[in-house]
């Protein structure tokens, strides 16, 4: 396998380090199954589902809009809706789940992420006897929010294959070497699963890496994007403006604006994780890469 020694991830345009945006105790999410609130039916759809705001919007600069973590019951699902102000991701973690994109249905395996893009209508069904674990991140425009729901609980979809809509797995097997990810140590795995060019608003990637044992992505700072790392799998050790503490699967870790930021995987198994960017303008994006791999913290 060829290795990659430069990545768009890893180095961008060059910023000055300014002064960081979090200030006091940082934030991030973390499931937490005394804090789900419990909804017997979302956008029309069948069922219920219990539910998590992971991350809101007041945090950033950029227009990034919520990350919910759900858990749907089985049978159940979010009904077919339109926003016509945001965009949104969703991602069916531990089990294949329908998915509906514009009147669309197919049928994608666990490990699944599926672009809802601005303006179409798109829906969720958890067609299995078991609960799924869900997740859905939003960036709105700039014109604010709005949603409409069909009436459709999308429980009697045509499964089409292969799917009409831009969807993507969670692919170990597609992932490419790169080293020193921002200064960092050691290879990682990487892929760039979407780019700027697939969205609408102004996300600006998602990637997914897998850092094996005494890796890392080195410390960094972003002065025109806001990124958040979602730990997929495993566990690790993530530094936001030289605190640092230790994350685990299911963690979602905020890097806004100026934040200086970086994760090492400081365990014996492999860390993987997704990376999801937004700009303050469309396509920008820019790293200053800070000379510590975070090894020693």
Same mark, same amino acid.
């Given at each position: ?41 979302v956008h029309d759809g ?92 939003? /960036? *709105?425009?700039?014109?604010? @929010?709005?949603?409409?729901?069909? %009436? &459709?609980? $999308? ?5 089409? !294959? ?11 097997? /597609? *992932?490419?070497?790169?080293? @020193?990810?921002?200064?960092?140590? %050691? &290879?990682? $795995? ?5 780019? !700027? ?6 996300i600006l990637f998602l ?10 992505i080195g410390y960094h ?77």
């Open positions: 396998m060829r290795k990659l020694s430069v990545i768009v991830f890893c180095i961008l345009i060059s910023a000055t380090i300014v002064t960081a945006e979090q200030k006091g105790k940082l934030v991030f999410g973390r499931i937490d199954t005394t804090t789900f609130k419990y909804y017997k039916t069948a069922g219920g589902q219990y539910f998590q705001e992971m991350l809101g919007s007041k945090i950033f600069e950029s227009n990034f809009y919520f990350m919910h973590y759900c858990i749907i019951e089985p049978k159940s699902g979010i009904g077919e809706h339109l926003h016509r102000n945001s965009e949104e991701m969703y991602f069916a973690f531990d089990r294949p789940a329908e998915f509906t994109v514009n009147g669309r249905t197919a049928l994608l395996p666990a490990g699944s992420c599926v672009l809802c893009p601005l303006s179409s209508s798109h829906g969720i069904y958890n067609n299995s006897d078991k609960p799924l674990k869900f997740l859905n991140i939003a /960036v *709105l425009t700039e014109n604010g @929010k709005g949603v409409t729901n069909y %009436g &459709e609980d $999308l429980t009697n979809q045509k499964i089409e !294959s292969p799917a009409p809509f831009k969807w993507a797995k969670f692919d170990r097997t /597609v *992932l490419k070497p790169i080293t @020193k990810c921002h200064q960092g140590k %050691g &290879e990682l $795995l990487f892929r760039r699963i979407w780019s !700027s060019d697939s969205f609408k608003t102004k990637d997914h890496l897998i850092l094996p044992p005494d890796t890392s700072q972003h002065n025109t994007m806001e990124e958040v790392y979602y730990i997929l799998n495993g566990k690790g050790r993530i530094t936001v403006n030289n605190n640092t503490w230790d994350v685990i699967k299911g963690d979602a870790i905020p890097c806004t604006l100026h934040d200086s930021h970086g994760i090492y995987n400081n365990t014996g198994e492999e860390l993987e994780i997704f990376v999801w960017a937004v700009s303050l303008e469309k396509g920008e994006g820019d790293a200053k890469d800070q000379g510590d791999d975070l090894a020693d913290r």
